[in-house]
Protein backbone atom coordinates (compact mmCIF):
# COMPACT_ATOMS: atom_id res chain seq x y z
CA UNK A 1 0.00 0.00 0.00
CA UNK A 2 1.26 3.45 -0.74
CA UNK A 3 1.59 5.35 2.08
CA UNK A 4 1.07 8.99 1.20
CA UNK A 5 1.55 11.11 -2.12
CA UNK A 6 4.92 12.40 -2.46
CA UNK A 7 4.12 16.05 -4.74
CA UNK A 8 1.47 16.37 -1.81
CA UNK A 9 4.24 16.49 0.48
CA UNK A 10 6.50 18.28 -1.37
CA UNK A 11 3.77 20.81 -1.62
CA UNK A 12 2.46 21.23 1.84
CA UNK A 13 6.98 21.60 2.61
CA UNK A 14 6.40 24.74 0.32
CA UNK A 15 3.21 25.69 1.92
CA UNK A 16 4.98 25.60 5.80
CA UNK A 17 7.64 27.59 4.79
CA UNK A 18 5.44 30.60 3.42
CA UNK A 19 3.87 30.27 6.42
CA UNK A 20 7.00 30.70 8.30
CA UNK A 21 7.85 33.17 5.62
CA UNK A 22 4.79 35.23 5.83
CA UNK A 23 4.11 35.02 1.85
CA UNK A 24 0.10 35.18 1.74
CA UNK A 25 -0.29 35.39 -1.99
CA UNK A 26 -1.86 32.12 -3.62
CA UNK A 27 -0.35 32.84 -6.80
CA UNK A 28 3.00 32.97 -5.44
CA UNK A 29 1.79 30.03 -3.35
CA UNK A 30 1.24 28.37 -6.51
CA UNK A 31 3.91 29.25 -8.56
CA UNK A 32 6.39 27.80 -5.62
CA UNK A 33 4.49 24.60 -5.65
CA UNK A 34 3.92 23.35 -9.27
CA UNK A 35 6.32 22.51 -12.00
CA UNK A 36 6.49 24.91 -14.93
CA UNK A 37 6.27 21.89 -17.30
CA UNK A 38 5.49 17.94 -17.06
CA UNK A 39 6.38 15.86 -20.05
CA UNK A 40 4.75 11.97 -20.37
CA UNK A 41 5.91 10.27 -22.96
CA UNK A 42 5.07 6.78 -24.61
CA UNK A 43 8.34 4.91 -25.41
CA UNK A 44 8.39 1.94 -27.91
CA UNK A 45 10.90 -0.43 -27.47
CA UNK A 46 11.62 -3.62 -29.42
CA UNK A 47 12.66 -6.18 -27.14
CA UNK A 48 15.32 -9.45 -27.78
CA UNK A 49 12.43 -11.20 -28.49
CA UNK A 50 10.87 -9.28 -31.40
CA UNK A 51 7.58 -7.98 -29.73
CA UNK A 52 7.01 -4.26 -29.08
CA UNK A 53 6.94 -3.23 -25.61
CA UNK A 54 6.14 0.56 -24.73
CA UNK A 55 7.25 2.14 -21.39
CA UNK A 56 6.16 5.59 -19.85
CA UNK A 57 8.37 8.21 -19.10
CA UNK A 58 8.20 11.70 -17.94
CA UNK A 59 10.32 14.77 -17.43
CA UNK A 60 9.39 17.25 -14.47
CA UNK A 61 10.82 20.81 -15.08
CA UNK A 62 9.57 22.81 -11.52
CA UNK A 63 11.26 26.00 -11.74
CA UNK A 64 14.31 27.47 -13.99
CA UNK A 65 14.82 31.12 -12.21
CA UNK A 66 18.01 30.56 -10.70
CA UNK A 67 19.64 28.53 -13.98
CA UNK A 68 18.68 25.58 -16.09
CA UNK A 69 16.68 22.42 -15.03
CA UNK A 70 18.63 20.24 -13.09
CA UNK A 71 18.39 16.76 -11.88
CA UNK A 72 18.55 12.98 -12.35
CA UNK A 73 16.76 10.45 -14.15
CA UNK A 74 15.71 6.90 -12.23
CA UNK A 75 14.62 3.61 -13.99
CA UNK A 76 12.33 2.26 -11.38
CA UNK A 77 8.72 0.98 -10.51
CA UNK A 78 7.52 2.18 -7.26
CA UNK A 79 4.55 1.09 -5.59
CA UNK A 80 1.79 2.90 -6.69
CA UNK A 81 1.97 2.24 -10.60
CA UNK A 82 2.58 5.04 -12.91
CA UNK A 83 0.80 7.59 -11.91
CA UNK A 84 2.26 7.23 -8.39
CA UNK A 85 5.66 7.45 -9.96
CA UNK A 86 4.18 10.82 -12.02
CA UNK A 87 3.66 12.20 -8.53
CA UNK A 88 6.89 11.30 -7.88
CA UNK A 89 8.69 12.92 -10.26
CA UNK A 90 7.15 16.30 -10.09
CA UNK A 91 7.96 16.40 -6.10
CA UNK A 92 11.57 15.40 -6.92
CA UNK A 93 11.85 18.12 -9.11
CA UNK A 94 10.56 20.60 -6.74
CA UNK A 95 12.43 19.31 -3.86
CA UNK A 96 15.96 19.56 -6.44
CA UNK A 97 15.24 23.13 -6.65
CA UNK A 98 15.18 23.88 -3.49
CA UNK A 99 18.30 22.13 -3.20
CA UNK A 100 20.20 23.68 -5.89
CA UNK A 101 18.94 27.67 -4.18
CA UNK A 102 20.29 25.87 -0.76
CA UNK A 103 23.72 25.66 -1.59
CA UNK A 104 23.54 28.64 -3.83
CA UNK A 105 24.56 26.67 -7.34
CA UNK A 106 22.82 28.37 -10.06
CA UNK A 107 20.56 25.69 -11.61
CA UNK A 108 16.87 25.11 -10.99
CA UNK A 109 14.71 21.99 -10.27
CA UNK A 110 14.30 19.30 -12.72
CA UNK A 111 13.69 14.92 -12.34
CA UNK A 112 13.17 12.45 -14.99
CA UNK A 113 12.42 8.79 -14.59
CA UNK A 114 11.04 5.59 -16.56
CA UNK A 115 8.41 3.44 -14.91
CA UNK A 116 10.46 0.24 -15.23
CA UNK A 117 13.31 -1.96 -13.01
CA UNK A 118 15.74 -3.08 -14.74
CA UNK A 119 16.89 -4.83 -12.58
CA UNK A 120 13.91 -7.17 -11.39
CA UNK A 121 12.96 -7.15 -15.06
CA UNK A 122 16.24 -8.17 -16.20
CA UNK A 123 16.33 -6.14 -19.41
CA UNK A 124 19.46 -6.70 -21.51
CA UNK A 125 21.97 -4.25 -22.14
CA UNK A 126 20.48 -3.91 -25.53
CA UNK A 127 17.29 -3.34 -24.91
CA UNK A 128 18.84 -0.85 -22.14
CA UNK A 129 20.44 1.39 -24.70
CA UNK A 130 17.10 1.17 -26.97
CA UNK A 131 15.06 2.30 -23.82
CA UNK A 132 17.51 5.14 -23.01
CA UNK A 133 18.15 5.97 -26.54
CA UNK A 134 13.99 6.07 -26.68
CA UNK A 135 13.57 8.42 -23.83
CA UNK A 136 16.37 10.47 -25.41
CA UNK A 137 14.70 10.97 -28.18
CA UNK A 138 11.35 11.85 -26.37
CA UNK A 139 12.56 14.44 -24.15
CA UNK A 140 15.25 16.12 -26.82
CA UNK A 141 13.30 19.50 -27.28
CA UNK A 142 12.91 20.19 -23.44
CA UNK A 143 16.70 19.11 -22.43
CA UNK A 144 20.38 20.75 -23.63
CA UNK A 145 22.89 22.73 -21.69
CA UNK A 146 20.95 26.06 -21.31
CA UNK A 147 17.91 24.69 -20.66
CA UNK A 148 17.81 21.12 -18.57
CA UNK A 149 20.75 19.06 -17.82
CA UNK A 150 19.83 15.48 -16.40
CA UNK A 151 21.66 13.16 -14.43
CA UNK A 152 22.23 9.41 -13.39
CA UNK A 153 20.12 7.99 -10.59
CA UNK A 154 18.21 4.99 -9.02
CA UNK A 155 19.53 2.20 -12.10
CA UNK A 156 21.07 5.03 -14.20
CA UNK A 157 24.88 4.94 -14.70
CA UNK A 158 27.45 6.96 -16.76
CA UNK A 159 26.21 4.18 -19.06
CA UNK A 160 23.14 5.91 -19.77
CA UNK A 161 24.17 9.44 -19.72
CA UNK A 162 26.86 8.63 -22.48
CA UNK A 163 23.99 6.95 -24.28
CA UNK A 164 21.73 10.11 -23.83
CA UNK A 165 24.41 12.66 -25.12
CA UNK A 166 25.15 10.66 -27.65
CA UNK A 167 21.32 10.23 -28.60
CA UNK A 168 21.00 14.60 -28.30
CA UNK A 169 24.29 15.07 -30.22
CA UNK A 170 22.89 13.21 -33.13
CA UNK A 171 19.71 15.03 -33.45
CA UNK A 172 21.46 18.19 -33.05
CA UNK A 173 23.49 18.37 -36.50
CA UNK A 174 26.45 15.48 -34.63
CA UNK A 175 27.44 18.45 -32.43
CA UNK A 176 29.49 17.24 -29.73
CA UNK A 177 27.14 18.32 -27.05
CA UNK A 178 29.00 17.19 -23.43
CA UNK A 179 26.97 20.17 -21.43
CA UNK A 180 23.65 18.14 -22.12
CA UNK A 181 24.25 15.38 -19.20
CA UNK A 182 26.60 15.47 -16.35
CA UNK A 183 27.47 11.75 -14.54
CA UNK A 184 29.43 11.12 -17.76
CA UNK A 185 32.57 8.67 -17.71
CA UNK A 186 35.92 10.50 -17.35
CA UNK A 187 36.68 9.56 -20.54
CA UNK A 188 33.37 11.45 -21.84
CA UNK A 189 34.30 14.27 -20.21
CA UNK A 190 32.65 13.56 -16.86
CA UNK A 191 33.91 14.62 -13.36
CA UNK A 192 36.74 12.96 -11.71
CA UNK A 193 34.59 13.66 -8.49
CA UNK A 194 31.45 12.39 -9.52
CA UNK A 195 31.29 8.75 -8.50
CA UNK A 196 32.01 9.54 -5.01
CA UNK A 197 29.95 13.33 -5.12
CA UNK A 198 26.76 12.13 -3.26
CA UNK A 199 28.26 10.07 -1.11
CA UNK A 200 30.94 11.92 0.18
CA UNK A 201 28.16 15.22 0.69
CA UNK A 202 26.56 12.83 2.92
CA UNK A 203 29.40 11.97 5.37
CA UNK A 204 30.30 15.74 5.21
CA UNK A 205 26.98 16.43 6.49
CA UNK A 206 27.01 13.97 8.87
CA UNK A 207 30.21 15.18 10.44
CA UNK A 208 28.96 18.93 10.70
CA UNK A 209 25.46 17.52 12.12
CA UNK A 210 27.46 14.68 14.79
CA UNK A 211 29.65 18.07 15.80
CA UNK A 212 26.85 20.17 16.51
CA UNK A 213 24.85 17.07 18.74
CA UNK A 214 28.06 16.53 20.29
CA UNK A 215 28.94 13.19 19.12
CA UNK A 216 32.55 12.03 18.46
CA UNK A 217 32.86 10.64 15.36
CA UNK A 218 35.36 7.47 16.43
CA UNK A 219 33.37 4.55 17.18
CA UNK A 220 30.42 6.15 16.55
CA UNK A 221 27.65 3.43 15.11
CA UNK A 222 26.21 3.87 11.50
CA UNK A 223 23.00 2.54 9.86
CA UNK A 224 23.22 2.68 5.85
CA UNK A 225 20.15 1.71 4.64
CA UNK A 226 20.55 0.95 1.28
CA UNK A 227 23.54 -0.07 -0.44
CA UNK A 228 23.90 1.79 -3.52
CA UNK A 229 26.81 4.18 -4.74
CA UNK A 230 25.68 6.98 -2.49
CA UNK A 231 25.45 4.84 0.85
CA UNK A 232 28.67 2.97 0.00
CA UNK A 233 30.36 5.80 0.06
CA UNK A 234 29.20 7.66 2.70
CA UNK A 235 29.73 4.63 4.54
CA UNK A 236 33.96 4.27 3.59
CA UNK A 237 34.45 8.30 4.22
CA UNK A 238 32.40 7.71 7.71
CA UNK A 239 35.20 4.81 8.52
CA UNK A 240 37.53 7.03 7.45
CA UNK A 241 36.44 9.45 9.94
CA UNK A 242 36.75 6.30 13.05
CA UNK A 243 33.16 5.48 12.54
CA UNK A 244 31.81 1.93 13.15
CA UNK A 245 29.21 0.65 10.06
CA UNK A 246 26.46 -1.69 12.43
CA UNK A 247 23.90 -2.18 9.72
CA UNK A 248 22.77 -2.05 6.29
CA UNK A 249 20.64 -2.73 3.64
CA UNK A 250 20.15 -3.59 -0.05
CA UNK A 251 16.59 -4.55 -2.20
CA UNK A 252 16.47 -7.66 -0.54
CA UNK A 253 17.28 -7.26 3.08
CA UNK A 254 18.60 -5.49 5.97
CA UNK A 255 21.01 -7.00 8.39
CA UNK A 256 22.74 -5.67 11.83
CA UNK A 257 25.88 -6.56 12.53
CA UNK A 258 26.50 -6.11 16.41
CA UNK A 259 30.58 -6.19 15.97
CA UNK A 260 30.60 -3.74 13.16
CA UNK A 261 32.32 -4.51 9.76
CA UNK A 262 34.33 -2.81 6.73
CA UNK A 263 32.03 -1.53 3.99
CA UNK A 264 34.78 -2.58 1.52
CA UNK A 265 34.27 -6.09 3.32
CA UNK A 266 30.60 -5.78 3.18
CA UNK A 267 30.75 -4.83 -0.65
CA UNK A 268 32.52 -7.94 -1.48
CA UNK A 269 29.78 -10.20 0.27
CA UNK A 270 27.58 -8.66 -1.93
CA UNK A 271 29.41 -8.99 -4.54
CA UNK A 272 29.98 -12.76 -4.43
CA UNK A 273 26.25 -13.44 -3.41
CA UNK A 274 24.26 -10.67 -5.03
CA UNK A 275 23.26 -9.38 -1.70
CA UNK A 276 24.29 -8.31 2.22
CA UNK A 277 21.97 -10.53 3.46
CA UNK A 278 23.62 -13.45 5.05
CA UNK A 279 27.05 -11.36 5.90
CA UNK A 280 29.04 -12.96 8.19
CA UNK A 281 28.03 -11.97 12.23
CA UNK A 282 25.38 -10.23 10.65
CA UNK A 283 21.33 -10.64 11.77
CA UNK A 284 18.71 -10.18 9.28
CA UNK A 285 16.18 -8.19 10.09
CA UNK A 286 13.18 -6.28 9.03
CA UNK A 287 13.36 -2.42 7.57
CA UNK A 288 11.61 -1.17 10.62
CA UNK A 289 14.42 -3.01 12.85
CA UNK A 290 17.05 -1.31 10.86
CA UNK A 291 15.52 2.26 10.54
CA UNK A 292 15.02 2.08 14.87
CA UNK A 293 18.46 0.02 15.86
CA UNK A 294 20.08 1.66 18.05
CA UNK A 295 22.69 3.72 16.17
CA UNK A 296 24.76 7.17 16.52
CA UNK A 297 24.38 8.01 13.09
CA UNK A 298 21.31 7.05 10.10
CA UNK A 299 22.10 7.34 6.84
CA UNK A 300 18.95 7.01 4.49
CA UNK A 301 20.28 6.33 1.11
CA UNK A 302 17.33 4.26 -0.45
CA UNK A 303 14.35 5.71 -1.76
CA UNK A 304 12.65 8.52 -0.30
CA UNK A 305 9.28 8.60 2.54
CA UNK A 306 11.63 6.58 4.77
CA UNK A 307 11.13 8.88 7.92
CA UNK A 308 7.81 9.07 8.47
CA UNK A 309 7.68 10.78 12.17
CA UNK A 310 10.03 12.83 14.24
Request: charged residues 25%.
Amino acid sequence: MVKSDPFANATKQVNDACDVLGITDKGIREYLAMPNKMLRVKIPVKMDNGKIRVFTGFRSQHNNDRGPYKGGIRYFNPEGGVEYMEREVMALSSWMTWKCAIVDVPFGGGKGAIYVNPKTEKLSDGEMERLTRGFAFKISEIIGPEKDIPAPDVYTTGREMTQIMDTFSKLNGNKYSPGVITGKPISMGGSLARNVATGLGTAYTARAAAKILKIKLKGAKVVLQGFGNASTFAGEYLEKMGALVVGVSDSKGSILIPKGAKVGKILEHKQKTGTVVDYPGSKKVSTEELLTAKCDILIPGALENQITAA
